[in-house]
């Protein structure tokens, strides 16, 4: 079923796309929304894991993100697009309390996760970048560590030794980033010595494994070769049935290939935003449009 | 061809230039020859530095490796310039080699220390007052650190530290004082505090630049992953930086083996194994400084040229070392080499 | 399992550890300074710049006494040493940066990195062997070559990097306007980079005129200043740094009050000459 989706959009052109009873079909999970004219029904049938309420970021006086409020549904993909500097990288990075460690940066508005305002004064950013884990554009092992340290850092850091343990998470969290069969040979070998694929799915495994609800994604796939870009797309859609996932992605193939919503950035603003299928077929505003028909960015 | 006054207003200069080539080719090629002739032979000069430095080194010292043998004379323990006549260097390389490791190890922790806290806590003003300081440790010259250590430092040790342990181990544990020695003041624990001060900037500078090379990357992710900011540190940047922090180590490590005045002049100059912690000792370039300008035979001028040898073959290995050992524990491009 | 509160302790206490430390390492540092200044300056007088230091009579029976041929003394074999030290020092880095293709370079590189991390005190028995023995006397001649020996690596180093951090267009544009070689090092790429060039020879001649061992087999010492400036090559001269050693190790408490003096003078310069190299580096930057 998934190649049966890669295989259509791989050879469609950007504009317009698939229909959407396919799609809903054969990711098979439980996403409810079937309807392609975004009813009100939809929101009813999905529960918010995460969203924004006039988010807004600013660094010293310029502003990244303007009064953005987004809904982010559990369980599912949420692409963000956008031409560069549209402030992407600055929203998912809010959504994690990452601009706590730029200088000058100031976070306003609020990011509930599960109902609570992650910036509220009583929250410490640290456990919160547990449950919201995060994937970078480079795949980053730890390079003096091996596969096997690499996976159970995060849990090393809070405090779990037992190697039983240890073991357990390692094995189904490499399972889950659908490394395990390569590597489990030679699990004490660094973690350097993979291939580019393998290591972003290595990054992959050591954010699942201390099981956060949300990962987010920055560019997952744009420093690997076509094979692994497959490869971890296949495994968004595994994911998602566990884990709530948020993707930037300046490829708009792969935003319909592999989101359930889509988000629209541009120059700071959300532009537009809902079930991706909408957005790329009937997009309601007309920089949307431009920008998904390659007019511009 | 063109006189000067005719040239043409645009681009007069090179004009003038290519129109004359013809016969200043000449003129460039035997100004190239000369030129690269007399750079080369100052460059190859640097290799004939090095090769009389060992040469001298061992031809001075050969009378004395000839009359006791090379290993004789490294594993000597006599060094008796008086009565007997004797000299092996076991003593200084001893003296040497404690002073040296025993620097480093006190110096480590604290010289990585100022690494961490100028690279990744200290506002940048701070941390541009703080290296400063510490490049001056390092400009400061050797004799004013021991004029320092003569005047202030071991009396200031004798009574605040050597004292009270010694009196301490005379009634507690007497088993302690023969390890202990003499608390003049003068000796191998003040020689070697010395030296952890004076080397502590090498070790800081390099780790220093391999901390600030660590890719941000590398530590988001360790954010990213729930990592407090001491946790990122442990986590993420030392061991990036681990080929820094041993290049800065071996470093300072030579610089020890090496520094000459301080120590001369705060190590209290005896010659005879055993050495004990407070009590006097010395080190190769120490007994050189100490003794040469009063040697008169040939055979302890000799035995100190031989001394000099062996400094020289300890350094080249320390520097060898150095270099290998910093190019297997590298992380470049996050790849462990 | 390691709750919140015990790694946010643990945080507070390394950096705490972190911060300590850093005062650790200065405190020495500025107590040097403190003590240098305060018991050397009150020696610093008049007499301490004109009078020659003598026999220490002169100083037990309160007659004047300084060190203006130490000062002097100085002044010669250091500025001797580094016009000696100069052409060997940048011919070299000029090679290893200019002509990056000779086969003689790697060795050049290594040796020259050996000899930076030499003590200092072999330098000064190689000058020892090669200049004393053969003269028959101590020379501040010797003292300069030793001192030379010093300055020559580091001043290669700094060359070789100061000229190979100018861009490679600038060499061609020379070329292209029709320069021979040598022309384009002596009259473009060195002047470009003249900043990285004085830095280096600065850094080379503060660190060699701290040196005291390879001085004392050299140039050896002089209580007095030598008849003629000819003297202070061909004969034994004083310098600061071994005068300073001779005054500290001496039983007599002014010359060791001359010691500080003479330790506030050295410290001064190197301050002096540090600050200058750095200062032009962030200039330059």
């Known amino acids: 079923m998934m190649n049966l989706i890669q295989s259509i959009t791989s050879k469609t052109p950007p504009l317009p796309l698939f229909s959407t009873e396919e799609s809903r079909q054969a990711s098979g999970a439980a996403e409810a929304s079937g309807a392609t004219s975004g009813t009100v029904n ?85 456990n919160i970048r547990r449950r919201v884990g995060m994937v970078f554009q480079k795949p980053t092992p730890f390079p003096t560590m091996s596969i096997y340290d ?44 993979l291939s580019g694929g393998q290591q972003q799915r290595l990054s992959i495994a050591r954010a699942l494994a201390v099981d956060p609800g949300v990962l987010l994604m920055d560019e997952p796939t744009s420093s690997l070769d076509p094979q692994s870009t497959n490869r971890i797309e296949d495994l968004i859609h595994e994911l998602k049935k566990q884990v709530t996932i948020v993707i930037i992605t300046h490829n708009m193939q792969q935003a319909a290939r592999v989101s359930d919503q889509t988000a629209f950035f541009y120059v700071g603003d959300l532009v537009e935003s809902g079930p991706t299928n909408t957005l790329f077929t009937k997009p309601k505003e007309t920089r949307t449009e431009e920008y998904i028909t390659g007019r511009f960015g | 061809m063109n006189s000067d006054s005719e040239t043409p207003n645009n681009g007069s200069k090179e004009v003038r230039e290519l129109l004359r080539r013809p016969p200043s080719a000449i003129y460039r090629w035997l100004g190239d020859r000369i030129f690269a002739i007399v750079v080369v032979l100052l460059g190859f000069s640097i290799i004939a530095l090095g090769a009389a430095m060992a040469i001298v080194l061992y031809g001075e010292g050969s009378l004395s490796f000839r009359q006791f043998g090379f290993f004789g004379f490294v594993s000597g323990t006599t060094w008796d310039p008086a009565v007997k006549l004797s000299f092996g260097a076991l003593p200084f390389l001893i003296g040497t080699v404690v002073t040296s490791v025993a620097a480093l190890l006190i110096s480590f922790f604290p010289a990585i220390a100022v690494a961490i806290f100028t690279a990744e806590y ?154 004990t912690i407070f009590g006097a000792g010395a080190t190769m370039p120490s007994v050189i400084v100490n003794e040469f300008r009063e040697a008169v035979e040939s055979l302890h001028l000799s035995s100190l040229m031989a001394i000099g040898f062996t400094l020289f073959i300890i350094a080249l290995i320390v520097n060898l070392a150095a270099a290998y050992l910093t190019r297997k524990f590298s992380v470049k491009g996050g790849q462990v080499l | 399992m390691k709750t919140m509160l015990q790694r946010n302790i643990r945080d507070r206490i390394m950096e705490s550890l972190l911060v300590i430390s850093t005062i650790v390492v200065l405190l020495p540092l500025v107590i040097i300074i403190v003590h240098v200044i305060v018991n050397g300056i009150s020696a610093l007088n008049w007499d301490f710049f004109t009078q020659e230091l003598g026999s220490p009579s002169r100083a037990m029976q309160g007659r004047p006494t300084g060190l203006v041929h130490t000062i002097l003394g100085t002044l010669v074999v250091d500025l001797l040493a580094l016009l000696l030290a100069l052409p ?21 590189r290594v040796t020259n990195d050996t000899l930076n991390g030499m003590p200092a005190i072999l330098k000064g028995l190689l000058a020892f062997v090669l ?35 100018i861009p490679w267009s600038i060499r ?82 002014h010359w060791h009050s001359m010691g500080w003096a003479a330790a506030i003078i050295l410290l001064l310069f190197v301050i002096i000459t540090f600050g200058t190299a750095r200062y032009l580096t962030r200039q330059k930057n």
Not at chain 3, 192 to 215: H, Y
């Open chain 2, 122 to 275: 200290a506002p940048r003003w701070l941390a541009g007052i703080i290296d400063n300081l510490i490049q001056l440790i390092a400009a400061v010259p050797s004799v004013v650190i021991g004029i320092w250590g003569i005047f202030v430092l071991a009396p200031w040790l004798r009574d605040t530290v050597y004292l009270p342990i010694f009196t301490w181990a005379e009634t507690s544990y007497p088993a302690l004082l023969p390890i202990l020695g003499n608390p003049m003041g003068y000796g191998m624990a003040t020689a070697t505090i010395v030296l952890a001060l004076m080397i502590v900037p090498y070790t800081t500078a390099l780790t220093k630049d391999a901390i600030k090379s660590v890719p941000v990357e590398q530590r988001e992710a360790s954010r990213a992953l729930g990592a407090t900011k001491w946790e990122v540190i442990r986590m993420a940047v030392l061991p990036y930086a681990r080929g820094g922090i041993l290049a800065g180590s071996i470093l300072s490590l030579g610089r020890a083996i090496g520094e000459t005045m301080a120590v001369a002049m705060l190590i209290g100059n005896k010659n005879t194994l055993p050495f």
């Open chain 3, 88 to 108: 060997v020092g940048m011919g070299a880095g000029i090679m290893l940066s200019e002509y990056p293709d000779h086969k003689l370079n790697p060795t050049i």
């Open chain 3, 172 to 253: 061609e544009a020379g070329l292209a306007i029709g320069l021979p070689r040598w022309r384009v090092v002596l009259s473009t790429v060195m002047p470009a980079a003249r900043f990285g060039l004085v830095t280096g020879t600065l850094i080379a001649f503060a660190r060699a005129a701290g040196e005291a061992a390879p001085l004392l087999f050299t140039s050896f010492g002089n209580n007095y200043l030598p008849n003629h400036w000819l003297g202070m090559l061909l004969g034994p001269v004083d310098t600061l740094p071994q005068r300073l050693y001779s005054l500290a190790i001496s039983p007599y408490t």
């Open chain 3, 131 to 165: 200049i004393v023995k053969p003269m028959g006397s101590f020379s501040g001649l010797a003292g300069s070559v030793a001192l030379a020996f010093v300055m020559i690596p580091i001043i290669a180093r700094t060359t070789e990097s100061a000229l190979m951090s």
């Open chain 1, 150 to 193: 690499n996976v159970v850092a995060g849990l090393k850091l809070v405090g779990i030794r037992k190697s039983s343990i240890l073991d357990e998470v390692c094995e189904r969290a490499l399972k889950q980033a659908a490394l395990f069969d390569e590597v489990k040979d030679r699990l004490k070998s660094p973690g350097s010595s």
């Open chain 1, 42 to 126: 939809e929101k009813s049938e999905k529960k918010v894991r995460m969203e924004t309420h006039d988010l807004t970021v600013r660094y010293g006086s310029t502003v990244g993100i303007r009064n953005v409020s987004l809904p982010i549904y559990d369980k599912q993909v949420l692409a963000l697009i956008g031409p560069s500097g549209c402030g992407k990288t600055t929203y998912l990075r809010a959504l994690n309390r990452m601009h706590d460690l730029t200088r000058g940066a100031t976070v306003t508005g609020s990011v509930l996760l599960d109902g609570k305002n992650i910036y509220d004064s009583e929250v410490n950013p640290v």
